[in-house]
């Protein structure tokens, strides 16, 4: 059974830290490309950031900078280290795991981030 769990999630002042983890079981990690995607209250979901089973790395424009996405295929987990929070962050994460060539792709539960003073 394939399961991502999330955590890290909390809420934070503007311009503070936070560091959000995803393990994943029942998957062959290394051969996923992993991501992290957050939806708002009243939006659609929006991909924040993904990493390739080689290591390569999107952002979006509006987190380029200010998160870094890496993974510990030993550990068969995915990061998301996010500084320098501001309120438009808010939004429920959710980790996201996609294998093109067997046409797998799984979620977490989501953990939420809130960033309010």
């Known amino acids: 059974q394939v399961q991502l769990v999330e955590s890290g999630g909390g809420l934070v002042q503007p311009g503070e830290s936070l560091k959000l983890s995803c393990a994943a079981t029942?998957?062959?990690?290394?051969?996923?490309?992993m991501g992290w995607y957050r939806q708002a209250p009243g939006k659609q979901r929006e991909m924040v950031t993904t990493?390739?089973?080689?290591?390569?790395?999107n952002y979006a424009t509006s987190v380029k900078g200010r998160f870094t996405i890496s993974r510990d295929n030993a550990k068969k987990t995915v990061y998301l280290q996010m500084n320098n929070l501001k309120p438009e962050d808010t939004a429920v994460y959710y980790c996201?795991?996609?294998?093109?060539?067997?046409?797998?792709?799984?979620w977490g539960q989501g953990t939420q981030v809130t960033v309010s003073s």
């Open positions: 996201h795991a996609e294998r093109v060539a067997v046409q797998r792709d799984y």
């Open positions: 029942g998957i062959t990690f290394d051969r996923y490309a």
């Open positions: 990493i390739t089973s080689g290591g390569s790395t």
